[in-house]
């Protein structure tokens, strides 16, 4: 008898083994999590939340200390980066109707419930989810500039991928304003060392200098135009003289994120655009 229930408890125990490994692949494969995975991620977060909202609490009221006893300086960098690039429309003549406006999304402030020390400058979750309105791509800033994107939405939290995620894959396309000038460019990885990140692909005509501002270029990442990334710190060429490498200090502190927004799209502006459309 001692025998059989032993056995039975290797079947089941097995059975487990290969339905868990089951629902790592399918993870893997898909940025859509299944039913059961969106579950536990839920009653994980949760359980991150009791614990990390009196740490939050805390810290936000130092911070908040500190913050108004400076000057209000926090989005200074966003307003130049998105001065120039006006700027630089308008002497090229383009339509403003033809272009991603940052004043057509609306902030869903969110706080971070966890951030692995092995995927520290890949990915962290958010305490807010599809119940909040948020969807996969969505942009994710801070009041210093974008730090990533949605990458995996549960019902009460969500995956963000940051501009510094390893992988060819995630390669965030950027513009470097220099002058009147929007130089294309690629963010080809995150030096770790540095702590900055680096955008290859620039055509060796173009002029790129320290202190140009760089925003997103709105171009395949589905991430609105404009937002901003950080600015030049060093131009060198790359390791063949074929193009420019460019070096990027990040507006966003990458390493300390506490609270961030997600740029989710304002419905009365999807109402507009489809009105002009007719």
């Known amino acids: 008898m001692s025998n059989f229930f032993r056995n039975n408890k290797l079947v089941v125990l097995f059975c487990a083994l290969i339905l868990f490994i089951g629902l790592i692949g399918l993870s893997i494969r898909s940025n859509v999590q299944s039913a059961p995975e969106q579950y536990v991620s839920d009653t994980t977060s949760f359980g991150q939340r009791v614990f990390s909202y009196p740490m939050h609490l805390v810290t936000g009221s130092i911070t908040n200390f500190f913050q108004d006893r400076q000057p209000a300086t926090n989005q200074t960098k966003q307003l130049e980066a998105e001065t120039q690039r006006l700027k630089s429309e308008n002497e090229k003549l383009k339509k403003e109707l033809d272009m991603e406006d940052i004043s057509k999304y609306e902030p869903v402030s969110a706080g971070v419930l966890a951030r ?16 909040d309105g948020i969807k996969p791509n969505m942009a994710v800033m801070t009041t210093e500039g974008l730090v990533g994107q949605v990458s995996k939405v549960n019902q009460f939290s969500s995956q963000v991928n940051l501009i510094s995620t390893k992988g060819r894959l995630n390669r965030l396309s950027v513009n470097v304003l220099h002058d009147s000038n929007e130089v294309f460019g ?22 790129v ?8 270029s709105g171009l395949g990442d589905q991430l609105p135009k404009g937002l901003y990334v950080g600015e030049v710190e060093k131009v060198q060429n790359d390791q063949y ?6 070096s990027i200090k990040t507006g966003a502190n990458l390493n300390q994120i506490m609270h961030v927004y997600v740029a989710k799209r304002d419905p009365k502006t999807l109402v507009d655009d489809e009105g002009d459309d007719k």
């Open 116 to 131: 692995q020390p092995d995927q520290w400058i890949n990915t962290l979750v958010i305490d807010k989810g599809a119940k």
């Open 241 to 246: 003289g074929l193009s420019k490498q460019v």
């Open 209 to 216: 200098k320290k202190g140009d501002k760089v925003v997103t």
């Open 186 to 207: 690629l963010i080809d990885h995150f030096d770790e060392k540095n702590d900055r990140l680096i955008v290859s692909d620039i055509d060796n005509n173009e002029d």
